[in-house]
C-alpha cells in the first residue's frame, strides 16, 4: 500500500500490513449474497468446530463477473465454475430481477488441478446501460456490476489520483484530497544517514509505504510508467483530475510527475550528479508517522542510471510545455548519466541501455548511440528482450524516436515486441480466465503482460488485443477464483475481505494498471 494519509487516527500495530482505506460498502444487495457457495455444497455443509460451535464457509460465489463493470460497446464475459456447469445463464437486472439477457456457456474445461469445470459466457449483445447481476442453474448468481459508456473513467481517475493522494511535503486540502486531506508532513531538514550532523533539504515526492518512506528507484519506475502511458494513450488524460493543478493547460498526469520529479532532482547529489537511494522515515522515536524525522541513504548507482532514464523521458516529453524546465531536467539526466559512467561500466546494468535510449531520443548525441549498438549486437539480446524490462522499455523508446535510426534493427524490435505479445495473447486464449496468470496475489507480471499487449496495441491496433486487455481487467476486478476485486474497496466482496492490500495502494501497481487502464479510455474517448 501506499496511501498513509489516514492512519492519525487509526495504527494499530496489528494492521500495519492491511489498507488504511475505509471499510466496504456495498454496491448493492445482489441476490448472490444468499447463494450457497459450491465448495461448502459439495462437502457436506459446514464444519464442526473442537468448541462444538458451526464454521460456516465463507460464500463465494461461482459465477464471476467485474464487480466494477463492463463498457456498453465492448466484449462482456462472464466465468463459470463447479463441479457442474449449466449450458446457459442469464442476466437479470438489479432490483427487479427482470431477464435481460440469455446466453450459452461456451468452452467448457475441466480442471484436473482444481477438480471442477469452467465455462464461459459472453453477454457482448447486452448494451443497456444499468445495474445487473448473472443467474445460472445449479451455481448461483454473480456479485452485481453495471454496464455503462464510462465503466472505469472513475477507476482510472481514481488511480491516476492516488499519486496526489500521496505526495510529501504539502498540504492536502479537503477540496481535492476529501477524507485524506492533511496540513504538510516531512518540512523539516534530513540528514544524511552517513553523516547526520548534514542536513538536506529533500521535501516532496511521494509516499511509497505505511511508512512514508520514497524510494527513488522506485519513484523512478513509477513515474517511468505514467510517462509511458501517457505517450501511448495521450487522450485518455486529462486536466480536470481534481488536482490543484488541474486547469494549468497541462494534463494532470504531466503535473503529478513534475511533482515526483522536482523531489528526485533534489535527491543529486550536487558534487558527484549521482542520486540518494531513499528519504527514510524514523520511527526508532516514536509518534506520528507524518512528523517522523527522514534520514537519506547513501548515492546509489542503480538509482542513478533510472535517474538519468525518467529524467530524460520527461525532458521529451515536457519539452512542449515548459521548455526551460525540460532543459534543467536534460542536463541534470547527462550529470546522472556522467556519475554512473564514473563508478561504473554500461554493461553492469541493463538500466544503461534504457536511459541511453531516452538520452539518444532527447539529444541524438552519438555516444548515446554506441552503448544502444553494443547492447543491439550481443548474441543474447532477443532473450533478454523478453527477461528484461529495462531491454524492452528501452527498445520501445528506440522506436519512437525521430533520430537517425537503423530501419532494419526497427523492423528486427518490432518482430521481438509482437512475437512476445503474441505469446501473451496466446497464453490468454488459453486460460480459463483468459489472463495470463491467475495464481498468487502479486500481479506485477500479469500488469506486465499488459503493458507490452498495450504498447503493441498503441503501434498496431489489434481489436483482439484491446479485449485481451480487458479480459485482464475484468480479472482484476472480481473474474478470479476467488471472486476478489483486487482494485477497489468499494464493491461486494474486495481485497479487503481477503486481508489483500489492494493495487491502487501498491504505487508501482497502481502505474501499471493506469497504464492498462489507459488504452481502455483511449478507444472511449476515441
Not at 82 to 92: A, C, D, E, L, N
Not at 302 to 313: G, P, W
Amino acid at each position: 500500500m501506499f496511501s498513509v494519509m489516514r492512519r492519525k487516527n487509526r495504527i494499530v500495530a496489528a494492521v500495519l500490513l492491511l489498507s488504511l482505506i475505509g471499510s466496504v460498502a456495498g454496491c448493492g444487495a445482489s441476490s448472490a449474497e444468499k447463494q450457497v457457495d459450491m465448495t461448502e455444497a459439495n462437502s457436506g455443509g459446514p464444519e464442526i468446530a473442537e468448541n462444538g460451535e458451526y464454521n460456516v464457509p465463507l460464500q463465494i460465489p461461482s459465477v464471476l463477473a467485474d464487480q466494477i463493470g463492463y463498457k456498453t460497446d465492448s466484449v462482456k464475459t462472464v466465468i463459470l465454475h463447479g463441479k457442474k456447469i449449466p449450458k446457459t445463464f442469464s442476466v437479470k437486472e438489479l432490483g427487479t430481477k427482470e431477464e435481460k439477457y440469455t446466453g450459452d456457456v461456451v468452452k467448457t474445461v475441466y480442471n484436473n488441478e482444481t477438480e471442477e469445470y469452467t465455462g464461459i459466457g459472453y453477454f457482448t449483445d447486452l448494451k443497456e446501460e444499468g445495474n445487473y447481476y448473472v443467474s445460472a442453474d445449479i451455481i448461483g448468481e454473480s456479485y452485481s456490476f453495471s454496464i455503462s459508456e464510462d465503466a472505469y473513467a472513475d477507476l482510472f481517475n481514481e488511480a491516476c489520483k492516488k499519486y496526489y493522494i500521496n505526495r510529501c511535503g504539502t498540504s492536502l486540502s479537503e477540496e481535492y484530497a476529501g477524507e485524506n486531506a492533511h496540513s504538510a508532513c516531512h518540512t523539516t531538514p534530513a540528514h544524511m544517514q552517513e553523516h547526520p550532523e548534514t542536513e538536506i533539504d529533500v521535501t516532496g515526492g511521494w509516499h511509497m509505504d505505511e511508512q512514508a518512506d520514497r524510494d527513488t528507484t522506485v519513484g523512478c519506475k513509477v513515474a517511468e510508467n505514467l510517462l509511458l502511458a501517457f505517450e501511448m494513450n495521450e487522450t485518455a488524460f486529462t486536466d480536470e483530475a481534481g488536482i490543484p493543478e488541474s486547469g494549468n493547460e497541462i494534463p494532470d498526469i504531466l503535473d503529478e510527475v513534475r511533482y515526483e520529479i522536482e523531489w528526485l532532482m533534489k535527491m543529486q547529489d550536487a558534487k558527484t550528479g549521482g542520486e540518494y537511494g531513499a528519504a527514510l522515515t524514523d520511527s526508532s522515536g516514536g509518534g506520528d508517522v507524518m512528523t517522523y524525522p527522514v534520514m537519506v541513504t547513501p548515492v546509489s548507482m542503480e538509482a542513478t542510471i533510472n535517474f538519468a532514464s525518467v529524467l530524460a523521458k520527461f525532458s521529451y516529453i515536457y519539452q512542449k510545455y515548459d521548455g526551460g524546465f525540460a532543459t534543467t531536467c536534460l542536463k541534470a539526466a547527462d550529470r546522472a548519466w556522467s556519475c554512473y559512467f564514473n563508478n561504473q561500466k554500461a554493461q553492469d546494468n541493463t538500466a544503461v541501455f534504457k536511459a541511453a535510449a531516452e538520452l539518444y531520443r532527447a539529444t541524438g548525441n552519438k555516444g548515446y548511440e554506441a552503448v544502444l549498438e553494443d547492447y543491439f549486437n550481443r548474441e543474447n539480446f532477443g532473450q533478454i528482450f523478453n527477461t528484461d524490462d529495462n531491454i524492452m522499455i528501452g527498445s520501445v523508446t528506440y522506436l519512437s524516436t525521430s533520430q537517425t535510426v537503423d530501419v532494419k534493427r526497427c523492423e528486427y524490435l518490432m518482430k521481438l515486441l509482437m512475437e512476445r505479445s503474441e505469446d501473451i495473447a496466446q497464453k490468454a486464449g488459453q486460460s480459463a480466465y483468459l489472463v495470463t496468470k491467475t495464481s498468487g496475489e502479486n500481479f506485477s507480471a500479469l500488469l506486465e503482460d499488459m503493458r507490452c499487449l498495450t504498447i503493441t496495441d498503441h503501434i498496431i491496433y489489434n481489436h483482439e488485443y484491446t479485449t485481451i486487455i480487458e479480459n485482464h481487467a475484468h480479472f482484476l476486478m472480481g473474474m478470479n477464483p476467488g471472486a476478489v476485486n483486487y482494485v477497489t474497496d468499494t464493491t461486494e466482496r474486495t481485497y479487503v475481505d481477503d486481508a489483500g492490500v489492494g493495487i491502487l495502494n501498491d504505487p508501482q501497481a497502481d502505474a501499471l494498471l493506469v497504464f492498462m487502464l489507459s488504452v481502455l479510455e483511449q478507444n472511449r474517448e476515441e
